[in-house]
T-cell receptor, first 113, second 113 residues
Framework: DAKTTQPPSMDCAEGRAANLPCNHS???????VYWYRQIHSQGPQYIIH???NNETNEMASLIITEDRKSSTLILPHATLRDTAVYYC??????????????FGTGTRLKVLA | EPEVTQTPSHQVTQMGQEVILRCVPI?????FYWYRQILGQKVEFLVS????????KSEIFDDQFSVERPDGSNFTLKIRSTKLEDSAMYFC???????????FGDGTRLSIL
């Protein structure tokens, strides 16, 4: 099962900040949080990842709480093209030294004109 | 920016036939994955591949499935005898290593008749 929980859907007005929450209360100390989005049936698109410090890139900002049990993805100025399903993923490390993703159901973000 | 490419974009096959889905991962990536997504459902992990062998596979990845990296550039998923329930989007992903994220292709839509 996915190690994260997210609200099933959110709306956001175009031009406003979209704040997408994620709970990962069972995360352990060295596990990273990754955010992806999926537009229609396209492949998941990588957005950002982080461990414990806040992160920012050209797409978004990631705020991770001090206890690391939750995080928020922020799209600073949402556009209609940001309408998508957003996935918060804590990767699952494998004994082989690699890792896999277990996807949850994500948050369906609808940006409204 | 380099990307993962998948071919074909849509494959229609008769039940019981063999199908091969092809992927060209990003060139300096070392870890390779297949996921699938049945229409309207979650993205599901199938298999991970590193150093020319399977690292881990899910319960979905039974004896009908196999993966191969035949020539150092392509990464293929073969389904030996397709079933109706194999109809889904199949996504290939690759990553460089360490904490670097997986990058996904846009998928192959497999339709079994």
């Amino acid at each position: 099962d996915a190690k994260t929980t997210q609200p099933p859907s959110m709306d956001c007005a175009e031009g406003r900040a979209a704040n997408l929450p994620c709970n990962h209360s069972t995360i352990s100390g060295n596990e990273y949080v990754y955010w992806y989005r999926q537009i229609h049936s396209q492949g998941p698109q990588y957005i950002i990842h982080g461990l414990k410090n806040n992160e920012t890139n050209e797409m978004a900002s990631l705020i991770i709480t001090e206890d690391r049990k939750s995080s928020t993805l922020i799209l600073p100025h949402a556009t209609l093209r940001d309408t998508a399903v957003y996935y918060c993923i804590v990767r699952v490390d494998e004994n082989s030294g690699t890792y896999k993703y277990i996807f949850g159901t994500g948050t369906r973000l609808k940006v409204l004109a | 920016e380099p990307e993962v490419t998948q071919t074909p974009s849509h494959q229609v096959t008769q039940m019981g036939q063999e199908v091969i889905l092809r992927c060209v991962p990003i060139s300096n990536h070392l870890y390779f994955y297949w996921y699938r997504q049945i229409l309207g459902q979650k993205v599901e992990f199938l298999v991970s591949f590193y150093n020319n062998e399977i690292s881990e596979k899910s319960e979905i990845f039974d004896d009908q499935f196999s993966v191969e990296r035949p020539d150092g550039s392509n990464f293929t998923l073969k389904i030996r005898s397709t079933k109706l329930e194999d109809s889904a989007m199949y996504f290939c992903a690759s990553r460089r290593g360490g904490i670097q994220p997986q990058h996904f292709g846009d998928g192959t839509r497999l339709s079994i008749l």
